[in-house]
């Protein structure tokens, strides 16, 4: 059986045929190679741009955060991979090499002596400040300077000055001291500085009008304009009172209770 012969115009028109069904595939694979280009040339410059911080600046961008000292510092994929050692241990911190993020932070071993440390209470400052000068204290107070506890205590020195000493908590020594007034200039001349009470006048004004046994003194407003004690009071029956006293004139301010009264 003879095999049918496809006329020469039909295969020409065939061929015509498939060369077009072709063409539109190659346009598309053309486009696609052409926007991959331009995406990849835009791509390397902006990647270029991104200045990573050198070893120095990424350890300061840490040490602003986090004092202490960096004892290692490794660049990895785009991350300086650092160990931080401070007063509390040692730190692991993973810094962003070009926006300077901190993306993690993990202490890997920690400071006995740090953890030991622990913060004296008021009395036990005043026992240690007691050791140093026999001067009068006016005012305690615990406060954070720069992250970190410390005392502030004012003194009346014999000659009418008056000091301010920044105290260590954990061990009550003066670290610094800063004169707040000059003494009078003539002898026997008041000082336009009003004077202040005593803790121990405080207290007693206090107890006229709650008996019972002090608990804790304590200066407030010194910089206000508007200076006063709060004396805490433990009476007999279990409940607590804080008497605001005036520490200028000796009014009894106020006299709250832990709980309300019967």
Known sequence: MEKSQVPPEMKREQ????GRSKRPIWWGAGIVAVLLVAIVGWWQPWQSSRVMLSA???????????PGEIVNSTLKEGTYIMQLRS??????????????TV???KRLESNPQAEEKTLLSREQIKTELRKQTDEQLV??????????????AVLKMKDNRREHWTVDP??????????????ASEPGKENDAPRFLSEKEAEQKALAR????????ELRGTNSGNPYYLVEI?????????????????????????????
């Open 15 to 18: 061929q015509k045929t498939s």
């Open 56 to 66: 120095d600046a990424a350890a300061q961008a840490v040490l602003e955060q986090y």
């Open 87 to 100: 007063d509390t241990g040692l730190y692991d911190v993973q810094l962003d090499a070009v926006t300077a």
């Open 103 to 105: 993306n993690a932070i």
């Open 139 to 152: 005012s305690l107070e615990l406060v954070e300077q720069q992250g970190s506890p410390v005392y502030l």
């Open 170 to 183: 954990y061990n009550g020594e003066k670290q610094s001291s800063q004169t707040l007034d000059a003494p």
């Open 210 to 217: 709650v008996p019972g046994e002090v608990d804790d003194t």
């Open 234 to 262: 433990d009476l007999e029956d279990g409940r607590e009172a804080i008497v605001q006293v005036n520490a200028i004139s000796g009014a009894i301010r106020s006299v709250t209770w832990d709980e309300e009264e019967d």
